[in-house]
């Protein structure tokens, strides 16, 4: 285990902000590496940098994982979409940073998730025995287990032990409707069961990194928006006060990600739109695994529907082009809602329809455009250095974003000509990883927290810490007080949308905001007031 080389606290509370923001401000020499963006790669990039040694400031715009980051499926992928892409590389790569999180970086953030593709007989199936004969034509049995026996041999080389994701397997008719009791039944003959890595959640994720970061001395500073961006530093809009500070920096890495071509204009992205669909559990059974359900005429796409927490199914994902102005919260089209609304329902019993969505998200990915054309789909990443040292990342995905952040911090480091040690990000685990878990707290909180869940409760001030925030909305009172007071959280939004999921579901954000106010304002006046 790699431990902090200085005495920082992990917390990124009020203290800890005005720390942090006033250093930006006093702070005279320049700064080894300033990061430009508050998502997966850009606090990856904060880590890595500062666990090398190096001085560094992160600075975002609004709130850490507000972009792309806290939109994905949360997966963490083996990369067995990649092979049959033939893209080894990422597939390969895909499988070793699967690894290096479900057993070291994040292990209490990162569990298996049954993968389950069911198999019918042809001529079988409510639908008819064309759909039937279409999805058995479109994966076929034999593929489908070829597949995962390939994605195995991944899991086998990164050393991945079959304890944290099991082998894959033929499983009964019994077994399919054990783990996805919404199924189709007849004619249902059985199916494949694989194992992937899966996210409690991605904004999670990233304020785990974010607060490691702090741990080893990197300043993260929300609300600061940069301007004037080049490779020697910024010009930086505190959106609290409206003051312009200029940030002076040995070198600059741009993690903006779809936001990154306004940051440094010699790059074009073109950014691809995923839709995901907020199902109550109930409405599906209560699944414990991924229903895995083909795309019509697609080889190596599915739509999924994944146990989540709060109670909650996601199904996804789309994969649209969505060119022209970045939204600030990119919005599902009725195209997208339906198409997946369709595909999932060739495999249940009982079709879904937009009644029983509850609530949709959807994130763009970012993808980079070279010569007039997407960059492979596959997510490879890229990394730049402008004329003026600038250092731009971008294009990648979730799973991958520690050897995005080590690509880009080893550019920078050759530009500038800085004195660093090299990566570790691969042996630090996150706050939270390790310590333990008191079984005798909601299973709920330790999922998100890990190591640190007695924390959570022991350090609360406000009564009733275990009390839920509101009726039938398993995050605690203690939850919300720790996001402000060690997370970085300074308003509502912050805590009902990164912090924890409940603004997924608008009827839940509606019930749960008066109390998470009322916290947020008892909290803040006793650690400003």
């Given at each position: ?51 090398r040694g190096l001085t560094v400031a992160l600075v975002e715009a609004e709130d850490l994982a507000f972009g792309t980051s806290r939109w994905s499926s949360k997966l963490v992928h083996g990369g067995l979409r990649y092979l049959a892409s033939g893209n080894i590389r990422i597939a390969w790569e895909s499988a070793v ?125 929300t609300r600061m928006r940069a301007t004037e961006v080049t490779g020697q530093g910024a010009t930086v809009i505190d959106g609290t006060t409206g003051d312009h500070l200029d940030i002076r920096a040995r070198t600059v890495i741009n993690a903006t990600g779809v936001w990154a071509g306004t940051v440094d204009d010699s790059i074009t992205v073109r950014p691809s739109r995923g839709t995901h669909l907020v199902f109550d559990a109930a409405t599906l059974g209560y699944p414990t ?241």
């Amino acid at each position: 285990m790699t431990t902090p080389p200085h005495p920082f606290s992990a917390d990124l509370g009020p203290e800890r902000s005005r720390r942090d923001r006033a250093s930006l401000q006093s702070r005279r020499r320049p700064w080894d590496v300033l990061v430009v963006g508050g998502g997966v790669t850009g606090v990856g990039v904060a880590l890595d940098a500062a666990s090398r040694g190096l001085t560094v400031a992160l600075v975002e715009a609004e709130d850490l994982a507000f972009g792309t980051s806290r939109w994905s499926s949360k997966l963490v992928h083996g990369g067995l979409r990649y092979l049959a892409s033939g893209n080894i590389r990422i597939a390969w790569e895909s499988a070793v940073e699967r690894h290096n999180l479900m057993t070291t970086i994040a292990p209490h953030l990162v569990s298996p998730v049954a993968q389950v593709v069911p198999s019918y007989s042809a001529g079988h199936g409510t639908a008819g025995p064309g759909m039937r004969g279409r999805v058995d034509a479109a994966i076929g049995s034999a593929l489908v287990g070829t597949g995962f026996a390939v994605g195995d041999l991944l899991r086998r080389g990164a050393r991945t032990p079959a304890d944290v994701l099991a082998h894959p397997a033929r499983i009964s008719a019994s077994e399919v409707i054990a783990a996805c009791p919404a199924v189709e039944t007849e004619g249902l003959r059985g199916g494949w069961r694989s194992y992937d890595g899966q996210l409690v959640d991605d904004a999670r994720l990233v304020v785990a990194i974010a607060r490691t970061a702090a741990a080893h001395g990197a300043a993260i500073c929300t609300r600061m928006r940069a301007t004037e961006v080049t490779g020697q530093g910024a010009t930086v809009i505190d959106g609290t006060t409206g003051d312009h500070l200029d940030i002076r920096a040995r070198t600059v890495i741009n993690a903006t990600g779809v936001w990154a071509g306004t940051v440094d204009d010699s790059i074009t992205v073109r950014p691809s739109r995923g839709t995901h669909l907020v199902f109550d559990a109930a409405t599906l059974g209560y699944p414990t695994g991924a229903l895995t359900v083909p795309i019509p005429g697609a080889r190596n796409r599915f739509v999924f529907a994944l146990p989540e927490q709060l109670g909650r199914v996601y199904a996804g994902l789309t994969d649209v082009d969505a060119p022209g102005p970045v939204p600030a919260v990119p919005q599902a089209s009725d195209d997208e809602i339906d198409s997946i609304i369709a595909t999932l329902n060739t495999a249940l019993a009982r079709p879904v329809s937009r009644d029983d969505v509850i609530g949709t998200f959807a994130g763009l990915r970012p993808l980079l455009q070279a010569d007039g054309e997407t960059a492979d789909l596959s997510r490879e990443h890229s990394v730049t250095v402008g004329d003026d040292g600038l250092v731009t990342v971008v294009g990648g995905k979730l799973t991958t974003y520690r050897t995005m952040a080590a690509d880009a911090v080893d550019a920078a480091v050759a530009r500038a000509r800085l004195d660093a040690h090299p990566c570790v990000t691969d042996s630090i685990p996150l706050v939270g990883a390790h310590g333990t878990r008191n079984r005798r707290l909601p299973a709920s909180l330790i999922a998100r927290f890990g190591g640190e869940s007695d924390r959570v409760v022991q350090g609360a001030t406000i009564s009733a810490p275990l009390g839920p925030i509101a009726p039938g909305i398993d995050v605690t009172r203690a939850e919300v007080e720790f996001a402000i007071t060690a997370e970085g959280a300074v308003d509502a939004d912050d805590i009902l949308h990164r912090r924890t999921r409940i603004g997924l579901v608008a009827a839940d954000a509606d019930r749960a905001r008066p109390a998470v106010t009322h916290l947020l304002d008892q909290v803040l006046a006793a650690h400003i007031g």
